[in-house]
């Protein structure tokens, strides 16, 4: 892996979010204060990327953003972290996916009110599939589908670790985790895919399609992971109370 330009590549998605914090959910119809606002970029790879470049990593981010105020900012945020954007291309006349996040103190409970971007997603011809091989690990979300089947399938042939966080079970999903070495889903998408609440589980019929590693995060109850035929357990209650 000598000589590699990045760390990490990620092809997926990028946002920006708008923060801010309540003391407890109101009832309709209802005015409620907010405070702590914070803006800052978002979408599950992007956010990754910049938690890898601030530990010093060199990543790079293949996606897309409107040619908004938001998309300005999103490319701004990106590159204030450190994270490479020259493989992020902007739809011209098109809006960028935004957020707006109310999170309750005390819980952690949240709600996102999000707009769907307008702008086309990252096509498949589109990815630099030079710089995929060019790195040391690529990381996806899955959101753009066709582009991360086919960074994935460069990655393998030049034996480049793939790396997929997985939000919710959508088409193409189980086609992505057959092309993975570690394949990383949430709750919801093990309860899509064995119908019902059974993480370890989840983790079995995942294994089965060929990654080495997979895993269910599991929010406050941490997560469970499978690999070497294997199972590792993490509680994050656990923890808590022996602190």
Request: with cysteine.
């Amino acid at each position: 892996m000598e000589g590699k330009r990045w760390d990490v590549i990620g092809v997926g998605q990028c946002a920006l979010d708008y923060l801010g914090r309540i003391d407890a959910y109101p009832p309709p119809d209802v005015k409620c204060e907010f405070r702590d606002l914070t803006i800052q970029g978002g979408g599950p790879t992007a956010t990754a990327l910049v938690a890898l470049a601030r530990w010093g990593l060199r990543t790079a981010l293949c996606g897309v953003v409107g040619g908004d105020a938001f998309g300005e900012e999103i490319l701004a945020s990106l590159r204030r972290e450190g994270v490479d954007t020259r493989h992020v291309l902007v739809r011209k006349g098109k809006t960028s996916q935004f957020a707006f996040i109310v999170a309750e103190a005390g819980t952690g409970r949240r709600t996102i009110f999000w707009q769907r971007p307008t702008g086309e997603a990252l096509r498949s011809f589109e990815v630099p599939l030079d710089e995929v091989r060019a790195a040391r690990a690529l990381l996806t979300d899955g959101l753009f589908m066709d582009a991360a089947l086919r960074a994935a399938e460069a990655a393998r042939r030049a034996s480049v670790p793939v790396v997929v966080d997985a939000g919710s079970l959508r088409d193409g999903m189980l086609d992505l985790a057959r092309k993975s070495d570690h394949f990383i889903t949430s709750e919801t998408f093990a309860r899509s895919l064995v119908g019902g609440s059974d993480p370890e589980g989840a983790c079995r019929k995942l294994a089965e399609l060929g990654p080495k590693v997979v895993g269910v995060t599991l929010g406050p109850r941490g997560s469970v992971f499978h690999a070497d035929g294997l199972f590792f357990a993490s509680s994050l209650l656990q923890m808590d109370s022996q602190i």
